[in-house]
T-cell receptor, first 114, second 116 residues
Framework: AQSVTQLDSHVSVSEGTPVLLRCNYS??????LFWYVQHPNKGLQLLLK??????LVKGINGFEAEFKKSETSFHLTKPSAHMSDAAEYFC????????????FGSGTRLSIRP | DAGVIQSPRHEVTEMGQEVTLRCKPI?????LFWYRQTMMRGLELLIY????????DSGMPEDRFSAKMPNASFSTLKIQPSEPRDSAVYFC??????????????FGPGTRLTVL
């Protein structure tokens, strides 16, 4: 069975400091993994994705994530937070080749302190 | 391309009324998804279509909910009769080729539904 767990419902960091949003997954098959961002009153936008190629994935706005199979993790990081990064972030797991097996994490709200 | 278009953006209705949400996917996309987002349950996949055909509606909460896709450029999600617990933000998303090999889903701005 597939599942995805976002370990923190809310993360608060100071502007200019590193960001770490944690995601663990469970999948019986090789998964595709995604991070989406949702700004207030907006739809979701893709930040980055892992699809069994390079384990370190770079996305938009300076975000990156590393796929660690041994730890079943796909944590999202950014070296230096910006005020515009304040949003809700969703980790998503998808079973390869099956559009019906899409599971969204519960989301992590990122707040940035000036 | 204008992206995925949803209408209306906000809908306020009274319990028992019929509600119809509309979605126009990105031209050329062959998959369309309907999601519901609430504080309690997060983001849930309700139903998805491939080439206008419903493939998996196991996420539709009950018979009061129905979805159609009469052509490649239009889909509706209907709730009849509506109830207060249906209050949520409903998102439509589209993609080409489903979620296989990491195809990105493009989301609309959502419809915020409030049922009084």
């Amino acid at each position: 069975a597939q599942s995805v767990t976002q370990l923190d419902s809310h993360v608060s960091v100071s502007e200019g400091t590193p960001v770490l949003l944690r995601c663990n997954y469970s999948s019986s098959y090789s998964p595709s993994l995604f991070w989406y961002v949702q700004h207030p009153n907006k739809g979701l936008q893709l930040l980055l994705k892992y699809t069994s190629a390079a384990t370190l994935v770079k996305g938009i706005n300076g975000f990156e994530a590393e796929f660690k199979k041994s730890e079943t993790s796909f944590h999202l990081t950014k070296p230096s937070a910006h005020m515009s990064d304040a949003a809700e972030y969703f980790c998503v797991v998808s079973l390869y080749s099956s559009a019906s097996k899409i599971i969204f994490g519960s989301g992590t709200r990122l707040s940035i302190r000036p | 391309d204008a992206g995925v278009i949803q209408s209306p953006r906000h809908e306020v209705t009274e319990m028992g009324q019929e509600v119809t949400l509309r979605c126009k996917p990105i031209s050329g996309h062959d998959y369309l998804f309907w999601y519901r987002q609430t504080m309690m349950r997060g983001l849930e996949l309700l139903i998805y279509f491939n080439n206008n055909v419903p493939i998996d509606d196991s996420g539709m909460p009950e018979d009061r909910f129905s979805a159609k896709m009469p052509n490649a450029s239009f889909s509706t999600l209907k709730i009849q009769p509506s109830e207060p617990r249906d209050s949520a933000v409903y998102f439509c998303a589209s993609t080409f080729g489903g979620m296989a090999v990491g195809n990105e889903q493009f989301f609309g701005p959502g419809t915020r539904l409030t049922v009084l």
